[in-house]
């Protein structure tokens, strides 16, 4: 038994001894560290990035093709730069986001301007009264100025 694990042993060195000499040595990456480093880099600023539902539901529904959002520019050692490029791009994302929101809470409020919420415990300032909602009986600060049209701050329906 010892002798077939000997003998398997030694076949494999040998292979692995023949595959040396055939190959020339064994392979070593030659690129420095640094150029390593830029092609990683490069494969991770080309990768295809998730697109947010919302932004997708936006794109069906508009006709025109949009602009692509810019992609950073790497530069390997500018990490600075790769970062003040990257909350730019971060911020208008954002600021599409926050588009978004306000867009559908529009859409759910019917054009009305949400009510603030009245905290338990919490006094009605001098230039607000309290409404309570007929429908979820939630208690909404409303100015006494304001001409406009306002709705619940949780169920949206109209005060």
């Not at 932004?55 to 600075?80: F, M, Y």
């Not at 409020?109 to 939630?138: E, F, Q």
Request: proline residues 5%; glycine residues 4%.
């Amino acid at each position: 038994m010892e002798s077939v694990i000997s003998l398997i042993v030694g076949i494999f060195w040998i292979s692995l001894i023949v595959k040396f000499f055939k190959g020339a040595g064994w392979k070593v990456d030659k690129r420095s560290k640094v150029e390593r480093q830029r092609e990683i880099e490069h494969a991770f600023s080309q990768a295809a990035k998730p697109i947010p539902a919302s932004q997708r539901q936006q794109e069906r529904s508009v006709a025109a093709p949009k602009k692509q959002q810019e992609k950073p520019h790497v530069h390997a050692g500018e990490t600075t730069g790769y970062l003040h490029e990257k909350a730019i791009l971060d911020q208008r994302e954002h600021e599409i986001e926050e588009r978004e929101t306000r867009r559908r809470l529009a859409e759910r409020s019917k054009g009305m301007i949400p009510a603030t919420r009245l905290y338990l415990g919490d006094p009605v300032p001098n230039n607000c009264r309290c409404v309570v909602c007929s429908y979820c009986a939630a208690e909404n600060l409303i100015p006494y100025a304001s001409d406009k049209e306002y709705c619940c701050y949780f169920c949206r329906e109209a005060l």
